[in-house]
């Protein structure tokens, strides 16, 4: 795979897999109908481990417009190939949301709860208040940018030889995503990720639902700007510090 693709198909694995359980978890007459934020968290988790395993050896596997930005001020990647990553992203990111709602359309029917319908694509605060909610964004999207910036290769200790670790070497990163999560998602539902809302949230106004009420608009800057903030100020205390 190229770059290109390889930042659509594992950012289309990171939402089919991060709001499919959203989806799973909010929806009427699923299995797991309220399941509950341990499920959520933990599904998102894997969600971003199945992302990297992917398109990790490909492209590095940033999924995410605010790692590919705050790795580009770190001096860690081409500023030149940003818009290139940017646009797969959401590319991806769209199709996740789409193959989501195409095979949960018998529960999104059977769900009456617009709010809830529109969860399953997109973030929202648990209780609005603009600069707290860009605040929660900005801090988390700091963790996981910050984290991503001081991942080291596990080497050889005599010849310092990178040693592989093959798919094992996602799962840092997932367990950072999960983190974020469990500690610092329960007010805005940790977007730390402009292309995971802005995609799902476009997807969700073109889409045919039933009774599926307000899109978000209002509310839909704050997961762009506060991941992009994040990964910024993560970038520039990461070269600081260097």
């Not at 990171?14 to 989806?23: M, T």
């Not at 617009?114 to 860009?134: D, E, H, M, Q, W």
């Not at 506060?226 to 100020?233: D, M, N, Q, R, Y």
Request: glycine share 14%; net charge neutral; proline share 5%.
């Amino acid at each position: 795979m190229t770059p290109f693709i390889s930042e659509i198909v594992g950012t289309f694995l990171l939402i089919l897999l991060g709001c499919g359980v959203n989806a799973n978890v909010s929806l009427q007459k699923t299995y797991g109908s309220g399941s509950g934020w341990i499920v959520i968290t933990t599904g998102w988790a894997f969600a971003v481990y199945t992302g990297v395993v992917v398109a990790g050896p490909h492209s590095g596997a940033h999924l995410n417009p605010a790692v590919t930005i705050g790795l580009a001020l770190a001096g860690e990647f081409s500023i030149y190939d940003v818009p290139n990553y940017i646009i797969a992203q959401f590319i991806g990111a769209m199709l996740g949301a789409f193959f989501v709602w195409l095979m949960n359309k018998d529960h999104f029917d059977a769900t009456e709860d617009g709010n809830s319908k529109r969860g399953v694509f997109c973030n929202a605060p648990a209780i609005p208040n603009t600069f707290l909610n860009l605040l929660t964004e900005v801090l988390g999207t700091f963790v996981l940018v910050f984290a991503v910036l001081y991942f080291t290769d596990a080497v050889a200790t005599k010849d310092n030889t990178i040693i592989g670790l093959g798919s094992l070497g996602a799962l840092p990163v997932a367990l950072i995503v999960w983190g974020i999560g469990l500690s610092l998602g329960g007010t805005t539902g940790y977007a730390i990720n402009p292309a995971r809302d802005l995609g799902p949230r476009i997807v969700h106004a073109l889409v045919p639902i039933k009774n599926k009420g307000s899109h978000g608009w209002g509310y839909s800057w704050i997961p762009v700007v506060g991941p992009i903030l994040g990964g910024a100020l993560a970038a520039g205390i990461a070269m600081f510090l260097q």
